[in-house]
T-cell receptor, first 110, second 115 residues
Framework: RKEVEQDPGPFNVPEGATVAFNCTYS??????FFWYRQDCRKEPKLLMS???SGNEDGRFTAQLNRASQYISLLIRDSKLSDSATYLC???????????FGTGTRLQVFP | EPEVTQTPSHQVTQMGQEVILRCVPI?????FYWYRQILGQKVEFLVS????????KSEIFDDQFSVERPDGSNFTLKIRSTKLEDSAMYFC?????????????FGEGSRLTVL
């Protein structure tokens, strides 16, 4: 089983749509969770951290379910500029390395 | 906005040659990393570095790889004898605080092509 698993997509959605991505992780000892964004051939950039209570940043909402080892990202009112690959990232307990999923590609069209 | 800078942006080399990739992390950051991404694949951890020593490394980071912080600003990744499968984008990253607490800032990457 992959350490961090994501649906690769692509998700093709119109502007203004709401889209949700899911991610599962295999290590129950994982301690920190993030969503990163990666534009084509660019470096990953932190989008948001994910907390157990769920958190929101503008149009973006992240949820964590530790019991199911499941992380989600919801994007509301999609913009053309949201087109990118969204990377689910996990840090296991007592380690400093980020473990990346393969990413979910989002394409927002006019 | 402070940023992590990497050089070269692209390097082409022959198999068996030594390559050094250079990085200048953000100045007040204490934790440094190298990651790599083979085209079309996920980003993979190589090594973390803190207090002038390696704190963690992956299986990928074998004896052919080494890292160094030769002065107060540079952080380098050396591949002693490159193989075809070393072709990838190599990202340097830095963080101000410890694991899981601070944002990891990535450089724009150095694309290595081994022929």
């Amino acid at each position: 089983r992959k350490e961090v698993e994501q649906d690769p997509g692509p998700f093709n959605v119109p502007e203004g749509a709401t889209v949700a991505f899911n991610c599962t992780y295999s290590n129950s000892a994982s301690q920190s969770f993030f969503w990163y964004r990666q534009d084509c051939r660019k470096e990953p950039k932190l989008l948001m951290s994910v907390y157990s209570s769920g958190n929101e940043d503008g149009r973006f909402t992240a949820q964590l379910n530790r019991a199911s080892q499941y992380i989600s990202l919801l994007i509301r009112d999609s913009k053309l500029s949201d087109s990118a690959t969204y990377l689910c990232v996990v840090i296991a307990y007592n380690t400093d390395k980020l473990i990346f999923g393969t990413g979910t590609r989002l394409q927002v069209f006019p | 906005e402070p940023e992590v800078t990497q050089t070269p942006s692209h390097q082409v080399t022959q198999m068996g040659q030594e390559v050094i990739l250079r990085c200048v992390p953000i100045s007040n950051h204490l934790y440094f990393y190298w990651y790599r991404q083979i085209l079309g694949q996920k980003v993979e951890f190589l090594v973390s570095f803190y207090n002038n020593e390696i704190s963690e490394k992956s299986e990928i980071f074998d004896d052919q790889f080494s890292v160094e912080r030769p002065d107060g600003s540079n952080f380098t990744l050396k591949i002693r004898s490159t193989k075809l499968e070393d072709s990838a984008m190599y990202f340097c990253a830095s963080r101000e605080t410890g694991a899981g607490t601070g944002e990891l800032f990535f450089g724009e990457g150095s694309r290595l092509t081994v022929l």
